[in-house]
């Protein structure tokens, strides 16, 4: 098993549609969590941390679950411009290196 | 507020040809970080520094030496560049992954 898998998409979602991602993590020792946005041909940017008691952002919201051991990323209202790939990563305790998973691709047409 | 900035932005070597590319961070990480990517693969660690005046190998090492000068700076060198090493790099920086991590904008490097 991975140590972090994402389903590469692509999702293809209608504008104003809501979509969620997930990320599955084999560490139970992870401690932090993020999601990353990645524009094509540019960096990765951080998108929003993820907490233990979920976090919302504007038309983003964030959740952990550790019984199951995955993370989510809610995007509601989507926009055109909210395409782009996803990439969460993880980390865990003590480590200094962080794992990112491949990403989940979303395409929002008009 | 420049954050993480690399260079060059865009490189082509002939094989064997060796190049140092460059990464500075000003907002006082401890941590930098070496990454390719390409397509369908992901981000791959090459080399990372979790402090000054330490290196260690990630997950692709192989072709590759990094250098922490200071603080800021952290290099990496291809000795003698290989088509396999045709790839995106991006540099990055933390503070021990409290706020997550910033990237440089990359370097797309080509080895023909």
């Known amino acids: 098993r991975k140590e972090v898998e994402q389903d590469p998409g692509p999702f293809n979602v209608p504008e104003g549609a809501t979509v969620a991602f997930n990320c599955t993590y084999s560490?139970?020792?992870?401690?932090?969590f993020f999601w990353y946005r990645q524009d094509c041909r540019k960096e990765p940017k951080l998108l929003m941390s993820?907490?233990?008691s979920g976090n919302e952002d504007g038309r983003f919201t964030a959740q952990l679950n550790r019984a199951s051991q995955y993370i989510s990323l809610l995007i509601r209202d989507s926009k055109l411009s909210d395409s782009a790939t996803y990439l969460c990563?993880?980390?865990?305790?003590?480590?200094?290196?962080?794992?990112f998973g491949r990403g989940t691709s979303l395409i929002v047409h008009p | 507020n420049a954050g993480v900035t690399q260079t060059p932005k865009f490189q082509v070597l002939k094989t064997g040809q060796s190049m140092t590319l460059q990464c500075a961070q000003d907002m006082n990480h401890n941590s930098m970080y070496w990454y390719r990517q390409d397509p369908g693969m992901g981000l791959r660690l090459i080399y990372y520094s979790a402090s000054e005046g330490t290196t260690d190998k990630g997950e692709v090492p192989n072709g590759y030496n990094v250098s922490r000068l200071n603080k800021r700076e952290f290099s990496l060198r291809l000795e003698s560049a290989a088509p396999s090493q045709t790839s995106v790099y991006f540099c990055a920086s933390s503070e021990a992954g409290v706020n997550g991590y910033t990237f440089g904008s990359g370097t797309r490097l080509t080895v023909v």
């Open positions: 990563v993880v980390l865990s305790g003590g480590s200094y290196i962080p794992t």
């Open positions: 560490n139970s020792a992870s401690q932090s």
């Open positions: 993820v907490y233990s």
